[in-house]
């Protein structure tokens, strides 16, 4: 089994920058890549940014640069640097991790985004 734990969500203002960490921990091998995604009530799953084992690096076509997603090899974490934060960014962020094709979830960490 695979376990992912998010954390440092939270509030912040419109304008402002947050940092989300995931570490994973478990059966930990064949791992293809890890991401982010989210969710905005009364929408679908989306993905925010991914980073596969190689390296390369996937964002979502709403960031426009604004965020950074990068990994730790040793600790098998992955972050999520945002910045330039919008109320529209508001959403539940869901720590993901592709493990021989099969998807697994963090439970999902709120950042709310005030005006």
């Known amino acids: 089994q695979v376990q992912l734990a998010e954390s440092g969500g939270g509030l912040v203002q419109a304008g402002g920058s947050l940092r989300l960490s995931c570490a994973a921990s478990g059966r930990i091998f064949g791992v293809n890549g890890m991401g982010w995604y989210r969710q905005i009530p009364g929408n679908e799953r989306e993905l925010v940014a991914s980073i596969r084992m190689n390296g390369a690096t996937m964002y979502g076509d709403f960031v426009k640069g604004r965020f950074n997603i990068s990994r730790d090899k040793v600790k098998n974490n992955v972050y999520l640097q945002m910045s330039s934060l919008t109320p529209e960014d508001t959403a539940v962020y869901y720590c993901?991790?592709?493990?021989?094709?099969?998807?697994?979830w963090g439970q999902g960490i709120q950042v709310t985004v005030s005006a």
């Open positions: 993901s991790l592709n493990k021989l094709g099969t998807d697994y």
